[in-house]
């Protein structure tokens, strides 16, 4: 069974200022992984997906993930951080090893703040 | 394009009442659907998944179960709740044999 580990619960930070998430997984089988983002009273959001080709995978607003397999790790970093990217981030892990494997494996979340 | 919807957006419910959450798509045939329940500070847990009408797998013993009447519809139910019953109720959607989950709003359910 696979698992998905977010080293940090809370991550504070300044605006402007670089953040890395940290995400590491366990799987025996190859995976696909996905970044999420939950505002606040409101659904996930997907922000980046890697499930082939280029490890380095970016979303539409600064974000960007890489797929890093000899460390099991997929880790989310942004640059510059505005006060709009506060929110909770979740890794999340699916198995492909076809079938009827359906299930996303998440961690257990990391709270970005951005303090002004 | 595709939307989700979720209803009621919050619930306040006493213990040992009834339960109905209902989610619903737009703009696609056939989707897998999931019902999930995220709990403060412990990620999210699948608590079932449904590949097409009438089909549900459950993924953890519990209270709860799920029903599919309709190919875009997803409900979850108890008969009693529990006070362990509270938390945010996530629906998601995928295309079959695509990867990516879609998310809902969400419901919050307060069991007092």
């Known amino acids: 069974a696979q698992s998905v580990t977010q080293l940090d619960s809370q991550v504070p930070v300044f605006e402007e200022a670089p953040v890395e998430l940290r995400c590491n997984y366990s799987s025996s089988v190859s995976v696909y992984l996905f970044w999420y983002v939950q505002y606040p009273n409101q659904g996930l959001q997907l922000l980046l997906k890697y499930l082939s080709g280029s490890t380095l995978v970016e979303s539409i607003n600064g974000f960007e993930a890489e797929f890093n397999r000899s460390q099991t790790s997929f880790h989310l970093r942004k640059p510059s951080v505005h006060i709009s990217d506060t929110a909770e981030y979740f890794c999340?892990?699916?198995?492909?090893?076809?079938?009827?494997?359906?299930?996303?494996?998440f961690g257990k979340g990391t709270l970005l703040t951005v303090n002004p | 394009s595709q939307t989700i919807h979720q209803w009621p957006a919050t619930l306040v419910q006493p213990v040992g009442s009834p339960l109905s959450l209902e989610c619903t798509v737009e703009?696609?045939?056939?989707?897998?659907l999931y019902w999930y329940r995220q709990a403060a500070g412990r990620g999210l847990q699948l608590l079932f998944y449904?590949?097409?009408?009438?089909?549900i797998s459950s993924e953890v013993p519990q209270n709860l179960s799920a029903s599919r009447p309709q190919d875009r519809q997803f409900i979850l139910s108890s008969k009693k709740l529990l006070l362990s019953d509270s938390g945010f109720y996530l629906c998601a959607w995928s295309v079959q044999g695509a990867e990516t989950q879609y998310f809902g709003p969400g419901t919050r359910l307060l069991v007092l």
């Open positions: 999340a892990v699916k198995t492909n090893s076809g079938g009827s494997n359906y299930k996303l494996t």
């Open positions: 449904s590949v097409g009408i009438g089909q």
């Open positions: 703009g696609t045939s056939n989707p897998n």
